[in-house]
């Protein structure tokens, strides 16, 4: 039983016509030999009529006392009412529970957000969590779609590693057969090395950090859509991002009308038309300091002063030419300005900040190894990497996106998990 006929195809067919409908009890009212059943799946919600002498006693029964969420079966006709929500209802000819609720469904209104948390694997059902899970999955195709319309090829890394991309603090330590091995937080390294066979990569898969700061926009767990690319300086790196960010948007935008109609939401997408503002890191100090922020050359940005930052800008813009004291040992100093590097971050409007990190990497061995030093860190725990200098190296450049992060602000959430269908945070492992 394969299904392929949904409530948004029952809707647009004429008064009168027979129809077979498979989904969930959303909601029940009773008004004496009525029963009014919303009918719940993946498409929508459509009110079902049950009347008592319009069908088989037993079924009008069952209609009676059946709970919410049980699965049913309804055979009915359809009827154009404008007194019915959406304008159409379903007149019940018969009904047959297919799977029952064996007890009342405890997502009610007004239950605490730690019920919904831990009840996740029962409160996905809503439709509000039902069109974020929708569009987050327009957002991945459409950045596979143009990624792979633009020569990119998709590349697979691994998930346990030997050293940190992203600094040592944030690793997930892994016990690996007595070895203590971590949970990587970038398959950039990896990417790096696949571009001296296939050029231009990219990968989709998730990334881990041991972060312990309960912040809106921090997960444990979260989907990395990374990039790199043979030859490419920033700007070509920046042209790149903001070419694939407006097209995940546009995506959304011509794919999920219904989706974020359900989230009371309308995007604007000439928001993410590029080309997106730029920044040097120095300006941007600058603007903070005068917003009154105690921050100091080769500080990182923390959430309170991106917010305050992307607060001035209408658009997704780039932070470029971080200090390399505020960024990973691999970012290319600019050779012009050695204290900083050809490095930029994406930083969404309004206050939700940082999405993507990307930029140049080193490609010169000495200089490599120079920065690994610097930085405390053992070469030895890097070999495989600084190898990749030693054969062949050319210039090139990539970039990480936060999936969770992007549709965080595309749909304006409250909180970075609810991006998620089953979300990662320090406090939260379960279900
Ligand atoms: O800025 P990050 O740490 O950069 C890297 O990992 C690079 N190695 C990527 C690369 O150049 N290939 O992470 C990239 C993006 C961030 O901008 C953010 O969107 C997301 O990954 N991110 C997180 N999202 C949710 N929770 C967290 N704890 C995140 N940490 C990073
Ligand atoms: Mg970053």
New binding site residues.
Partial sequence: MLKDFYIEDAVKLPEGTEVELLGWVRNKRAHGGLVFIDLRDRTGVIQVAVKRGLVPESSFEKAEEIKQESAVKIRGVVRHDPRAPGGVEIQCRDLEVLGPSLDDFPIKKGVKVKFILDNRHLHIRSPRVAAIMKIRSTLMSSARSWLEEHGFIEVNCPSFITAA??GGA?LFKVDYFGREVYLT????FY?EAAIYSLEKVYSLQP?F?A?L?RTR????E?W?L???MAYAELEDMMKVVEELFHAMVLGVYETDQRELEILGLKIDPDVAKPPYPRVRYAEALEILQRKGFEIEWGDDFGADEERELSKEFEKPFFVTHWPKEAK?F?HLPDPREPSVCRNA??LTPGGYG??????QRIHDYEQLLERIREEGLNPEDYKWYLDLRKYGSVPHS?????????LWWLLRLPH?RDACLFPRTPARVYP
């Fill in positions: 991309v992203e944030t937080q970038s398959s950039q990417q990334s950090r972060e700061s926009r921090h997960l444990t979260f990395h990374e990039a790199e990973a691999y971050d994406l940082e999405v993507v990190g990307g930029g990539g970039f990480g996106l936060g999936i969770e992060r992007m970075i």
